[in-house]
C-alpha cells in the first residue's frame, strides 16, 4: 500500500533552517505530484508546496516564496522541502502527500504521512 512519512523536524530560532524528507513506499514516486502541507494551531491546513510528477514544475505558497525550497529524488524515493529564513509563524506540523497533478489544493491528494513538528521560537 502506497505509504508517505515526514522527518527532519524539531526546535529551531528564528532565522535558521530546517530540511524536512518525505519517504515513500508502495508506489512509485516519479508517476504521482508530491505537496506539503501544514497545519498550525488553531488554524486550517495550508498547501505549502508541490512538485510534479516528471517535468521539475513546482508551486509555492505565497507566505514561502524565496525563502522555501522544494525538491525531489526519485531514485531514493525521497521528496524534500528545504525551509530557510524560518520565521515563528512557520510553526506547524508539516505533511506530505501525493497527486495526480500539480496543485495546492488538498482536494487531489491522499496517502498523507503522520506529519513531522516544526517549532519555531527564540
Known amino acids: 500500500?502506497?505509504?508517505?512519512?515526514?522527518?527532519?523536524?524539531?526546535?529551531?530560532?528564528?532565522?535558521d533552517s530546517l530540511r524536512l524528507s518525505c519517504a515513500a513506499s508502495g508506489?512509485?514516486?516519479?508517476?504521482?505530484?508530491i505537496g506539503w502541507f501544514r497545519r498550525a494551531p488553531g488554524k486550517e491546513?495550508?498547501?505549502?508546496s508541490c512538485i510534479s510528477s516528471n517535468d521539475g514544475r513546482t508551486d509555492y505558497?505565497?507566505?514561502?516564496k524565496g525563502r522555501f525550497t522544494i525538491s525531489r529524488d526519485n531514485a531514493r524515493?525521497?521528496?524534500?522541502?528545504?525551509?530557510?529564513?524560518?520565521?515563528?509563524e512557520d510553526t506547524a506540523v508539516y505533511y506530505c502527500a501525493r497527486s495526480p497533478v500539480l496543485t495546492l489544493r488538498s482536494f487531489f491528494f491522499n496517502s498523507w504521512g503522520q506529519g513531522t513538528q516544526v517549532t519555531v521560537s527564540s
Do not use: C, I, W
Not at 27 to 33: D, I, M, P
Not at 45 to 48: F, P, S
Not at 81 to 88: A, R, T
Open 45 to 48: 491546513r495550508e498547501g505549502v
Open 61 to 64: 505558497a505565497d507566505s514561502v
Open 1 to 15: 500500500q502506497p505509504q508517505l512519512v515526514e522527518s527532519g523536524g524539531g526546535l529551531v530560532q528564528p532565522g
Open 77 to 88: 524515493n525521497t521528496v524534500y522541502l528545504q525551509m530557510n529564513s524560518l520565521k515563528s
Open 27 to 33: 508506489f512509485t514516486l516519479g508517476s504521482y505530484a
